[in-house]
Nanobody, 120 residues
Framework: QVQLVESGGGLVQAGGSLRLSCAASGNIFRIDDMGWYRQAPGKQRELVATMTRGGGPNYGDSVKGRFTISRDNAKRTVLLQTNSLEPEDTAVYYC??????????????WGQGTQVTVSS
């Protein structure tokens, strides 16, 4: 079993910043891609940012230049620094990890989500 635990969400005014963190634990042999998706009410889940194990980032178009993703492979953590937040960034943010378990099975895992609310 693999667990992803997020923290760092909250309420912030437009133009502000938040730092989201996610820690993975459990039956993990190796984590490949790790990152963040978000889902706003009435909308589909969308890519925010992911990072390969080697450190290559991939950002959603709407957050490029404002958000920065980083990860620590040894600690099995991924961070998302969000700057210049806009009301349109309001959503539940989900941590994501593509994990190879100790039984060498590849699976996608999701955290429970953390709410980010940006007021205008």
């Amino acid at each position: 079993q693999v667990q992803l635990v997020e923290s760092g969400g909250g309420l912030v005014q437009a133009g502000g910043s938040l730092r989201l963190s996610c820690a993975a634990s459990g039956n993990i042999f190796r984590i490949d891609d790790m990152g963040w998706y978000r889902q706003a009410p009435g909308k589909q889940r969308e890519l925010v940012a992911t990072m390969t194990r080697g450190g290559g980032p991939n950002y959603g178009d709407s957050v490029k230049g404002r958000f920065t993703i980083s990860r620590d492979n040894a600690k099995r953590t991924v961070l998302l620094q969000t700057n210049s937040l806009e009301p349109e960034d309001t959503a539940v943010y989900y941590c994501y990890a593509k994990v190879i378990t100790m039984s060498l099975k590849l699976d996608n895992y999701w955290g429970q989500g953390t709410q980010v609310t940006v007021s205008s």
